[in-house]
């Protein structure tokens, strides 16, 4: 989940796999479900199967790392002229924060083209660069996927809202106004705290439970879910190392959207976590994608609950490698002092829920808490 993006200094995410003992322009690829050469040559040899047990993550946020060239903003130049640095203090893999182009509205998780690099970062050659400098040292790529919505300025969504008989239309949640009110959905990002919002060239409204500037995939669509495999192997095929998949908790919805009554800041997180098919769309992503390379996958959040948890990590599912919970990282938030008795209670009940199968992290902070 994400709350307010940060843009300040780097942000470890130590030991992420130390855990526990276990005809408008669009983006569809007619790329292979198998590996290309690029792919093969990333994992061949150096990577063993379950290489992500053992290695630990260090999250990067591109923005504030390192800037190559006095604009103020960190970017890929920055951060190939640091790789000896991220070597030489025990870095494995490298989490790297969203990249994409984007209009910036939530700091690059509002994606307007998945295929493209930020300008303020540098060109897809400097990131072909910055992979190939990473691999040549021993360390991994892992990307954000951030497909629980996309930026309203993305191509998909500008031929969604043009016409209520766009082929893009079914892309995104829509509410047509003679319908009336869209039921009650919250969204901390709103300034009115409503996840709909009035569309005028269609009379319509549209679903975004982050900003409005956010308008929500959806899932429920199979086209929708083929250009987000693609889109993966997009990335696999240049030789990345694997994807944290951002928000994808909150993924499925039911598309009659029931009442949802009494929606605070305090309880939406958890009305929206864990909707209808989503165990179903992971397997497919796992089927369809994620099984034909050897890399990581890692789900922000982790379920209400370690037994929901569990659902996203057992090899018996085929879903993916890990996922991590936040309950860690709330220890202490908000007070000058706490107990060290605090976290171990925290880590000894999700190290027990996992310690025959499954895979849990341990998570030390991110982009979404404060520090």
């Given amino acids: 989940m994400k709350n307010s993006r940060i843009t300040l200094a780097t ?9 526990c003992n276990q005809t408008t322009k669009t983006e569809t690829s007619t790329a292979s479900a198998t590996k290309s050469p690029a792919a093969a040559n990333s994992t061949a040899g150096a990577k063993k199967a379950d290489w992500w047990k053992e290695t630990v993550v260090y999250q990067l ?11 103020g903003v960190g970017d890929l130049k ?4 640091r790789l000896d640095y991220l070597k030489s203090i025990g870095v494995g893999t490298v989490w790297l924060n969203p990249i994409y182009a984007s209009p910036n509205d939530d700091n690059g998780y509002d994606i307007s083209d998945y295929r493209q690099i930020m300008p303020q970062f540098g060109t897809m050659a400097d990131f072909d660069a910055l992979l190939k400098g990473m691999h040549a040292r021993g360390l991994r790529l892992v990307m954000d996927l951030v497909v629980n919505h996309s930026s309203d300025e993305h191509a998909w969504f500008k031929a969604a809202r043009a016409s209520r008989t766009s082929p893009y239309r079914d892309y995104y949640y829509w509410w ?40 929500d995939l959806n899932w429920n669509n199979p086209k929708l879910r083929q250009e987000v495999h693609n889109i993966m192997r997009f990335w696999l095929d240049k030789g990345i190392d694997g994807f944290r998949m951002d928000a994808f908790q909150f993924v499925a919805k039911d598309p009659a959207f029931p009442p949802m009554p009494g929606l605070t800041e305090s309880n939406y997180a958890n009305a929206y976590n864990h909707g209808p098919h989503l165990h179903d769309y992971l397997q497919e992503i796992n089927r369809e994608v994620l099984s034909h390379y050897n890399v990581m996958s890692v789900a922000e959040g982790a379920g209400r ?11 018996a599912r085929q879903e993916l490698d890990m996922t991590y919970h936040f309950e860690g990282v709330g220890v202490g938030s908000g007070q000058d002092t706490y ?32 520090r």
């Fill in 11 to 19: 942000l470890l995410l130590v030991g992420l796999a130390t855990a």
């Fill in 61 to 71: 946020y591109p923005r504030s790392f390192q800037d190559s060239n006095g604009d």
């Fill in 339 to 370: 107990k060290l008795t605090d976290l171990k209670r925290v880590f000894t009940k999700w190290d027990s829920a996992f310690a025959k199968k499954g895979w849990q992290a341990i998570d030390l902070g991110n982009h979404d808490q404060p």
């Fill in 78 to 81: 920055g951060i190939i002229s």
């Fill in 176 to 215: 047509p106004a003679e319908k009336g009110t869209p039921p009650a959905r919250y969204s901390t990002f709103d300034v009115k705290k409503d996840a709909w919002q009035y569309d005028a060239p269609t009379k319509s409204y549209y679903l975004h439970i982050f900003s409005k500037k956010q308008p």
């Fill in 305 to 315: 609950n370690t037994t929901e948890a569990m659902l996203f990590v057992d090899p």
